[in-house]
């Protein structure tokens, strides 16, 4: 069975830094490519990045609102992926999902529970 | 405002057949397939629908994808009580290099 277990959330003040993990099991973590997709309060799924395979070169993409300040890597030895955020602002506050995508190009067919950032002063 | 639009809510009575619509553009739904979540309330969201019209094994037949152009469209057919969730069409932005989202449309089972 597929397990994505993230942790790593909490309180941060606008400007701080803070780094997500994702532990995954119950599948081949190497040959996947993972991505984040965060969700405020009462609001709709946002796409944050994703970062591939070794076979594609651990290549990555980030949203526009993001890019520059958020960096997505992994430790395929420890079957883990991060989300590793700085300059953080209020509207980064949200359930931050990590997902499995399928084989299938941006499919995200497994959804880990989330964890909570909050950006607040 | 979502690259991809939805309307914001839906409804229907047990039984009815209800659609759902999603509308994009060339670089996103008129390039690359769509993908639906659906969301219980209190829960992750997870995968309904891939390829536009594949239903993940678990799904029942009563969901339904269709494709046309730039907008695609999620049909749930004999409603049920339990189908009240949030539903979210996505798709590769060819020309965003990324993973774009509609809005959501929440469904109500009057």
């Known amino acids: 069975e597929v397990q994505l277990v993230e942790s790593g959330g909490g309180l941060v003040q606008p400007g701080g830094s803070l780094r997500l993990s994702c532990a995954a099991s119950?599948?081949?973590?190497?040959?996947?490519?993972m991505h984040w997709v965060r969700q405020a309060s009462g609001k709709g799924l946002e796409w944050v990045g994703r970062?591939?395979?070794?076979?594609?070169?651990?290549?990555?993409a980030y949203a526009a609102s993001v890019k520059g300040r958020f960096t997505i890597s992994r430790d395929d030895s420890r079957n883990t992926a991060y989300l590793q955020m700085r300059g953080l602002k209020t509207e980064d506050t949200a359930l931050y999902y990590c997902i499995k995508q399928s084989s299938l190009a941006a499919v995200l067919n497994n959804w880990g529970q989330g964890t909570l950032v909050t950006v607040s002063s | 405002q979502s690259v991809l639009i939805q309307p914001p809510s839906a409804s229907g009575t047990p039984g009815q057949r209800v659609t759902i619509s999603c509308s994009g553009s060339?670089?996103?739904?008129?390039?690359?397939?769509v993908t639906w979540y659906q969301q219980l309330p209190g829960t992750a969201p997870k995968l309904l629908m891939y390829?536009?019209?594949q239903r993940p094994s678990g799904v029942p037949d009563r969901f339904s994808g269709a494709k046309s152009g730039t907008s695609a469209s999620l049909a749930i057919s004999g409603l049920q009580s339990e189908d009240e969730a949030d539903y979210y069409c996505a798709a590769w932005d060819d020309s965003l290099n990324g993973v774009v989202f509609g809005g959501g449309t929440k469904l109500a089972v009057l």
């Open positions: 119950g599948f081949t973590f190497s040959g996947s490519a």
């Open positions: 390829r536009n019209d």
């Open positions: 970062i591939r395979s070794k076979a594609n070169n651990y290549a990555t």
């Open positions: 060339r670089s996103n739904i008129g390039s690359n397939p």
